[in-house]
């Protein structure tokens, strides 16, 4: 099993930055891709970045050249720096990995606040 832990999340004026960090623990040589995804009030998930273990990392259009996605083997840690954020960058930031033979796996959520 694969376990993820979010942190970083908070609250930010907008036009701020921040950043988020998500530690994988667990059978973590069986993941072959991390992202995250996020919800805001009333609003279904949707990805914010994907990044396979081989491969290019993508981003949702409106999160481009805005929020990376980024990674440090040694500390089995995913982060996702946002800058510029805006007020409907709201919403609960939620780290996702694809297991092999497990499939989906979530943490529990940071909640990102892009207030004045």
């Known amino acids: 099993q694969v376990q993820l832990v979010e942190s970083g999340g908070g609250l930010v004026q907008p036009g701020g930055s921040l950043r988020l960090s998500c530690v994988a623990s667990?059978?973590?040589?069986?993941?072959?891709?991390m992202g995250w995804y996020r919800q805001a009030p009333g609003k279904q998930r949707e990805l914010v970045a994907h990044m396979p273990i081989r491969g290019s990392t993508s981003y949702t259009d409106s999160m481009k050249g805005r929020f990376t996605i980024s990674r440090d083997n040694a500390k089995n840690t995913v982060y996702l720096q946002m800058n510029s954020l805006k007020p409907e960058d709201t919403a609960v930031y939620y780290c996702?990995?694809?297991?092999?033979?497990?499939?989906?796996?979530w943490g529990k959520g940071t909640l990102v606040t892009v207030s004045s």
């Open positions: 996702h990995a694809e297991v092999e033979a497990a499939g989906d796996c």
């Open positions: 667990g059978s973590i040589f069986s993941i072959y891709a």
